[in-house]
Nanobody, 124 residues
């Protein structure tokens, strides 16, 4: 079975940086889209960023210019580099994947595989 493992969360002060990793196991599709979502307490899960097998990248307006998504195919890992973090970025971050790349990247239902979340806490 395909497995996704998110890691890299932690406690950071506002203005700081973190890099999240999403390691994918047994995910060997030629076409794919891999995304990061986050969910803050009491809020709905929201899309953050996505990268496709065509190397297209997408970002939510709230993180554009601060977050960067990238992939290392040799390691089957997708990263989310987060900079200039704000207390509003505090949430559990999830990675998700699908074997399709022509999708509405911001919709959770487009993804077939999800990892366990990793908690990011940004203190003011």
């Amino acid at each position: 079975d395909v497995q996704l493992q998110a890691s890299g969360g932690g406690l950071v002060r506002a203005g700081g940086s973190l890099r999240l990793s999403c390691a994918l196991s047994r995910f060997t599709f030629n076409d794919y889209a891999i995304a990061w979502f986050r969910q803050a307490p009491g809020k709905e899960r929201e899309p953050i960023s996505c990268i496709t097998s065509a190397d297209h990248t997408y970002y939510a307006d709230s993180v554009k210019g601060r977050f960067t998504i990238s992939s290392d195919n040799t390691k089957n890992t997708v990263y989310l580099q987060m900079s200039s973090l704000e207390p509003e970025d505090t949430a559990v971050y999830y990675c998700a994947a699908t074997d399709r790349r022509r999708i509405l990247w911001g919709l959770p239902q487009e993804y077939d595989y999800w990892g366990e979340g990793t908690l990011v806490t940004v203190s003011s």
